[in-house]
């Protein structure tokens, strides 16, 4: 196992994460404790680490099932992290409450790492809220040590990362986010790490495989990558990717059978990152990818000051692009429950006037129908 160093302690470079964990007959809440018992007993018996869970995975169990797989081993040979779950504005003022109940469930007395879950722009300024007493209750619990590090994780854009790390970023101590080879570029990811660079806060990886997507990817594709590595995984080349970026310190990965878990721990048991003719292949294949679903906007705003609706449209045909790529996904919905009715996809009158300006001769009108249709169906 590949081990990275935080401070003074050791992780391994691959993390147990736990949202996507077996289950009996389909049922997302029902755990099947037994098969995730001989994937943790593998795990830790091949130099794993790091584990973790959080509030509303498996719809509440996952904390449960962690705390008792985890607590046959001495709490000094595995590193636990957790999440408050401000994704629920519903919580954001039950933050004492809910850390005491994660500490019973997950049958410890403290976390070594804890989170800020999902900041985003739908939760942000309830985050920086000091009438919730969200970050001076965790601050707290740091000061106890039952918190050893407090870090965060993200899947917002840029501006609201900022805002977020304007107030609280000399406490973080890491920063959790979703990096892989297409999001690297499609979501902002670059521009993402080299905000953490500036504060000095290392970087924690989620979704390296982006739920799956890269797992298997096109005929086409894959003959490409077994060419450039023949015993190279394709699994394997998202996380080759991730061993080219130096900022990053622990790659989380949601694995849910046996399978998954001897095969990336194989992979973790090696350095190789990618060469510079490998990412050069890598960032061919994702404009290939892209190109076949994104719309081709380069955020001219020329259309704008055509809309009789103001309607933000490069941001739309952003998330569109995004909603579209994932095949659906709460990022999309996520972000427009933050503005107005009438400033979202459906106030679109289509009136075409955008499209008479538009250099990328982008159908706005057609998206905005298609957008909203995806929407209700979500």
């Known amino acids: 196992m590949i081990y990275k160093q935080f401070k003074d ?33 593998y795990a830790i018996s091949h130099g794993v680490n790091y584990f973790d869970t959080a509030w509303g995975y498996h719809d509440g169990e996952s904390e449960r099932v962690v705390g008792r797989l985890l607590s046959k081993y001495p709490r000094d040979k595995f590193y ?14 039950k933050v004492e409450s809910i850390f005491e109940a994660q500490l019973e469930k997950c049958k ?8 800020f879950h999902n900041v985003c722009e739908m939760n942000v300024d309830s985050y920086l809220d000091e009438k919730f007493g969200i970050f001076e209750y965790l601050k707290k ?35 959790q986010l979703q990096i892989n080879y297409i999001d690297w570029t499609f979501q902002n990811a670059r521009e993402k790490v080299e905000l ?25 594709y894959e003959s490409k990558l077994k060419a450039a590595r023949p015993s190279e995984p394709i ?13 990053v310190t622990v790659t989380l990965s949601g694995m849910s059978d046996f399978d998954q878990v001897k095969a990336n721990i194989a992979t973790f048991e090696e350095y190789k990152p990618l060469n510079a003719e490998e990412l050069k292949t890598l ?54 429950n933050t503005i107005p009715d009438d400033k979202r996809p ?21 998206m905005m129908k298609d957008f909203t249709s995806r929407l209700k169906n979500n």
Request: proline share 5%; charged share 20%.
């Open 108 to 115: 410890t007395d403290y976390f070594d790492f804890y989170l």
């Open 346 to 366: 459906s106030a679109c009158v289509g009136c075409g006037s955008c499209e008479n300006v538009c250099p990328q001769n982008i159908k706005v009108s057609e």
């Open 283 to 336: 960032a061919e294949i994702v404009d290939s990818m892209l190109g076949k679903t994104a719309l081709p906007c380069t955020a001219c705003r020329y259309c704008t000051s055509h809309c009789p609706q103001g309607l933000n449209i490069p941001d739309l045909i952003k998330l569109y692009n995004e909603h579209r790529f994932t095949g659906g996904g709460f990022i999309a919905p996520m972000v427009l």
């Open 80 to 93: 636990l992290a957790s999440k408050f779950p401000g994704y629920d504005l519903a919580n954001m003022d």
């Open 235 to 247: 699994p394997a080349w998202a996380f080759r990717f991730l061993q080219s970026l130096p900022e």
């Open 9 to 41: 302690i050791k992780l391994s470079a691959l993390g147990f994460g736990t949202m996507r964990l077996p289950v009996k007959n389909g049922v997302y809440s029902d755990i099947d404790e037994v098969a995730a018992g001989e994937m943790f007993d």
């Open 196 to 220: 953490l660079n500036g504060y000095g806060i290392p970087v924690w990886v989620m979704e390296p495989l982006r739920g799956g997507k890269l797992a298997r990817l096109a005929d086409e």
């Open 141 to 175: 619990q740091k000061e106890n040590g039952r918190i050893k590090h407090l870090g965060f994780s993200a899947h917002g854009d840029l501006a609201c990362m900022r805002k977020f790390l304007e107030k609280y970023g000399e406490y973080m101590e890491f920063g």
